[in-house]
């Protein structure tokens, strides 16, 4: 597991850095976010707890500090697979 306070500042300002915002979401043991598209490219880290991430038919577990770069129009899924929950970073490409 990550340290939420420290971790999170360093990066959140990477990914700015980067171009990327940076987001927290935490959600509840079997929750599924199912053929999911943005328009942007997304970054994805696993801060605690078991993720399973499906990117276009192809199904990965993400391990906390793992970070996924998930390009713009790709369908994604995210399962929730630990019993506690978990709780993840985003970030959408910022426009220049």
Known sequence: MLNRETNMETIASAWLA??????SW????NTLWENVVHDKDELFMVVSGEI???LAGQCK???????VLIPA???RSKRILSPNGA?????YRQAL
């Open 18 to 23: 980067r171009g990327f915002s940076c987001g």
């Open 26 to 29: 935490e959600d509840f043991p």
């Open 52 to 54: 399973e991430l499906e």
């Open 61 to 67: 577990r993400i391990q906390p500090g793992e970070e």
């Open 73 to 75: 129009g790709i369908v």
């Open 87 to 91: 709780h993840w970073l985003f970030g």
